[in-house]
T-cell receptor, first 116, second 111 residues
Framework: GAVVSQHPSWVICKSGTSVKIECRSL??????MFWYRQFPKQSLMLMAT?????????EQGVEKDKFLINHASLTLSTLTVTSAHPEDSSFYIC????????????FGDGTRLSIL | QKEVEQDPGPLSVPEGAIVSLNCTYS??????FMWYRQYSRKGPELLMY????GNKEDGRFTAQVDKSSKYISLFIRDSQPSDSATYLC???????????FGTGTRLLVSP
């Protein structure tokens, strides 16, 4: 149980385009989903917390207009990187939490984004 | 001082060895602790989830929490080459909202 699917797993696109990443909880309902960014050989840095049906809460330093998050259902959250530039190239990982807030987060397999 | 400190390694051991991975944390308000395993280019996979001080065992894995010294450990018995990965410790604060990760320790188990 507790499977989180992330799509696409790898995307390469030109500078200036927008990229959408999907995160789905396959066998449970996730009222809260999280988006992380990970640079090579570094740990995960939380970008934003997404609650179903409400606006995402962004961490300090994360541009909300740059990284648009939508959590329209209990099983799907999306992250859109708008007008992507080479410095946005990174590994983006989502996680979802079952029900109660003291439950652990389960992670997707990440999306490798490369902006040319 | 980082909230969660972890030696980045790499830690190299022969197959069959007992592995000890450690983390220290600075804020005594932390209540829940987790160990995740991350293979290269994959998302983290939950291994252990603990709340209280003491030991928790699951197969070859044992998680140990010492809240008095703010020290958490993960022991892997009979290590296998397939255990080669980066091990991330994480804590969750009392507000239950955010996970804070250590930098991860890279483990290499040689056949």
């Amino acid at each position: 149980g507790a499977v989180v699917s992330q799509h696409p797993s790898w995307v390469i696109c030109k500078s200036g385009t927008s990229v959408k990443i999907e995160c789905r909880s396959l066998d449970f309902q996730a009222t809260t989903m999280f988006w992380y960014r990970q640079f090579p050989k570094q740990s995960l840095m939380l970008m934003a917390t997404s609650n179903e049906g409400s606006k995402a809460t962004y961490e300090q330093g994360v541009e909300k207009d740059k990284f648009l998050i939508n959590h329209a259902s209990l099983t799907l959250s999306t992250l859109t990187v708008t007008s992507a530039h080479p410095e946005d190239s990174s590994f983006y990982i989502c996680s979802a939490r079952l029900g109660a807030s003291n439950q652990p987060q389960h992670f997707g397999d990440g999306t490798r984004l490369s902006i040319l | 001082q980082k909230e969660v400190e972890q030696d980045p390694g790499p830690l190299s051991v022969p197959e069959g060895a007992i592995v000890s991975l450690n983390c220290t944390y600075s804020n005594s308000a932390f209540q829940y602790f987790m160990w995740y395993r991350q293979y290269s280019r994959k998302g983290p996979e939950l291994l252990m989830y603990t709340y209280s001080s003491g030991n928790k065992e699951d197969g070859r894995f044992t998680a140990q929490v010492d809240k008095s010294s703010k020290y958490i450990s993960l022991f892997i018995r009979d290590s296998q080459p397939s255990d080669s990965a980066t091990y991330l410790c994480a804590r969750m604060n009392t507000g239950f909202q955010k996970l804070v990760f250590g930098t991860g320790t890279r483990l290499l188990v040689s056949p």
